[in-house]
């Protein structure tokens, strides 16, 4: 059984642009269609999906990675958070993007793997076209 989502997706613009709106309130809630409220330090609070989403910054290396203790409401109480990793890879023509999601509560892969891609990857694809 798969216990983890690696999903990738290429943007046509720099990592830096990627990186900055990731950690930006108002551009992350812009191209999610979603409130979220984030800070680019490690150890800070974010929140995302209009309060669905919520967690801190645990790593931040400038336009390659960003790594995060994250959850939902969906989760149960007595889980630990799992860990997300994006990744900023410069590419011919843009930048990939690659998220890694880890320790993801039992029986939720299917459902934050299809979030991803309807919830982030899909608007973000819409929203930095140009």
Request: hydrophobic share 30%; no cysteine.
């Amino acid at each position: 059984m798969k216990d983890s989502i690696k999903i990738s997706q290429i943007f046509p613009v720099s990592a830096k642009r990627l990186y900055d709106a990731w950690l930006s309130s108002h551009e992350h809630s812009d191209f999610t269609g979603e409130k979220a409220v984030i800070r680019p330090s490690v150890g800070t609070n974010f929140t995302a999906g209009g309060g669905y989403i919520w967690g801190y910054n645990v790593a931040l290396q400038p336009y390659s990675r960003i790594v995060q203790s994250w959850r939902t409401s969906d989760f149960p109480e007595s889980t630990i958070n799992s860990k997300l990793e994006i990744l900023f890879e410069k590419v011919n023509g843009g930048t990939k993007l690659t998220l890694i999601h880890t320790q993801i509560p039992d029986g939720q892969i299917t459902k934050y793997e299809k979030g991803w891609k309807q919830h982030y990857l899909k608007p973000m694809k819409s929203y930095f076209k140009n």
